[in-house]
């Protein structure tokens, strides 16, 4: 990826892209004018400037380059310049070198081309074997004109954080025959080599010795035994404390609440938030930024044996809190309960959790925006950040009328009331309060939770750039989130 200030047709590349968005009498060229010739030429063939679009053009008068014009839609802003430029590098996938040229010079909107074209040069080929060459090969050379200063450290963050998305991507688009909780473990540990972090790997005995009943109930299921991993980023001088919490389900297919076979379908993808924690604390150590981060990612398979959980056992989670299992498919909550209460024992100064944790998420919300609950202040920043990163989260309450869902005949509590599907997704969030802890001052830890059913993978058809698969969605919003509000 690199910068230039030289005009679009001097350069050496294959395709030189301009934008255009959508204007009063059809799309209108961004800060082109010499190329407004054009405007009859792409009303003609139908162009509109909407977001998406893209239509090849012959080469420029003058150079080797062919033409390509992207929608932007109908506003320019960072995020819609972020999507135009990936969804260039997207749909120009096979070309060797392209060059976008969408005449801009806010330091910002560039900053953001720049990181949708690296978020959109990905592709997950790993099982192909006889159809790869149907997958076009990303572009290999993305040079952006403008004339703002982008600075060689701005570039390398962007590479950093941009890398460890696909890091996120790749695991989370894994078959869960390949990916289950050893084998992610020992994936965490390779992909950790060379940060300045440490990683801890607690094995079945571990777990059990340390109490983590929901960990040890939900894999207890599987041949392959689960697996808690901590991964520490402690840089020296830093003065807060973040700790994260991932839910890492390598595959679900519900226990012995089985899933239908059409819910079954992508559930090799539920240990989405665990992967989104690994990434997120391995960017910011990467990137060397001044706070401490403590990540626990909770991994089991959510099998059915003669050895798994059934519907009314009675799992007891770390700290002792007794829980009665009326539903073996919530069992998101059940490992990351034990994961809460180890955060806790930190006395971090917030803990975010990331989680695949319910299908009403995406009943609420779709497939591309993060329900996020919990404390109002850190919701907040969450929330903002993802709106300064094009990713949407929107603040969902914790209503305390549902609360007695949560009630147990026998136990301290169940995880969730059969046959009452309200609020699923808040009830949810409701269950994970219960074992957030208290700070020294006896107040509650700040906390917030993330639901990412829905976004954490594109079920297609691709956008932006966003192909077909795990996005490694909440990555770039909470390490902006975390740098606002715990780096300051």
């Known amino acids: 990826?690199?910068?230039?200030?030289?005009?679009?047709?001097?350069?050496?590349?294959?395709?030189?892209?301009?934008?255009?968005?959508?204007?009063?009498?059809?799309?209108?060229?961004?800060?082109?004018?010499?190329?407004?010739?054009?405007?009859?030429?792409?009303?003609?063939?139908?162009?509109?400037?909407?977001?998406?679009?893209?239509?090849?053009?012959?080469?420029?008068?003058?150079?080797?380059?062919?033409?390509?014009?992207?929608?932007?839609?109908?506003?320019?802003?960072?995020?819609?310049?972020?999507?135009?430029?990936?969804?260039?590098?997207?749909?120009?996938?096979?070309?060797?070198?392209?060059?976008?040229?969408?005449?801009?010079?806010?330091?910002?909107?560039?900053?953001?081309?720049?990181?949708?074209?690296?978020?959109?040069?990905?592709?997950?080929?790993?099982?192909?074997?006889?159809?790869?060459?149907k997958v076009k090969t990303p572009v290999g050379a993305v040079t952006v004109c403008t004339a703002a200063a982008i600075s060689a450290e701005a570039i390398e963050r962007i590479r950093i954080v941009t890398e460890q998305i696909a890091l996120v991507r790749d695991l989370t688009n894994r078959s869960g025959g390949d990916l289950y909780p050893q084998s992610f473990a020992d994936a965490a540990i390779a992909a950790a080599k060379g940060a300045p972090v440490t990683v801890e790997v607690w094995d079945e005995k571990k777990l059990a010795a340390e109490g983590c009943g929901g960990i040890i109930g939900i894999g207890q299921g599987s041949s392959r035994p689960p697996r808690l991993v901590k991964v520490s980023y402690a840089p020296a001088g830093a003065e807060k404390h973040v700790a994260l919490v991932g839910k890492g389900i390598t595959y679900d297919t519900g226990g012995y609440s089985l899933k239908p076979a059409e819910a079954m379908n992508g559930m090799q993808n539920d240990m989405g938030g665990a992967a989104v924690s690994l990434g997120l604390v391995l960017a910011a150590a990467r990137l060397g930024l001044p706070v401490r981060l403590t990540a626990f990612l909770c991994m089991s398979e959510n099998l059915v044996s003669s050895t798994a959980i059934r519907v009314n056992d009675i799992l007891t989670i770390r700290g002792g809190t007794t829980v009665e299992v009326m539903n073996t498919d919530a069992e998101g909550r059940l490992v990351m309960a034990d994961g809460l209460v180890l955060a806790s024992e930190e006395g971090p100064d917030a803990i975010i959790d990331v989680a695949t944790l319910t299908g009403a998420a995406i009943v609420a919300l779709g497939r591309r925006t993060v329900g996020v609950m919990g404390d109002d202040e850190l919701v907040g920043a969450i929330v903002e950040a993802g709106k300064q990163t094009g990713e949407p989260h929107w603040h969902m309450p914790l209503p305390e009328e549902l609360r007695p869902q949560l009630d147990s005949r026998f136990a301290d509590m169940a995880n969730l009331k059969v046959g009452n599907r309200d609020g699923g997704m808040l009830v949810a969030g409701i269950f994970l309060k219960e074992f957030i802890g208290t700070g020294a001052d006896g107040s509650p830890i700040p906390w917030a939770h993330l639901d990412i059913a829905g976004a954490a993978v594109n079920e297609g058809p691709a956008y932006g750039y966003l192909a077909e698969g795990a996005t490694g969605v909440s990555v770039r919003t909470l390490l902006t989130a975390i740098e606002h509000r715990f780096t300051a």
């Open 1 to 133: 990826m690199t910068t230039s200030s030289a005009a679009p047709a001097s350069l050496d590349v294959e395709v030189v892209v301009i934008a255009a968005r959508i204007g009063a009498d059809g799309p209108e060229l961004v800060a082109h004018p010499s190329l407004a010739a054009l405007h009859d030429q792409l009303v003609a063939i139908g162009l509109t400037g909407k977001a998406d679009e893209l239509v090849r053009l012959p080469a420029l008068e003058g150079s080797r380059a062919t033409l390509a014009v992207v929608g932007l839609g109908a506003t320019l802003s960072a995020d819609t310049a972020r999507r135009a430029a990936g969804s260039a590098v997207r749909q120009l996938a096979g070309a060797a070198s392209i060059a976008l040229a969408f005449g801009l010079d806010d330091e910002a909107h560039v900053h953001a081309m720049i990181e949708g074209a690296a978020l959109a040069a990905y592709a997950f080929t790993d099982y192909r074997a006889k159809t790869a060459a």
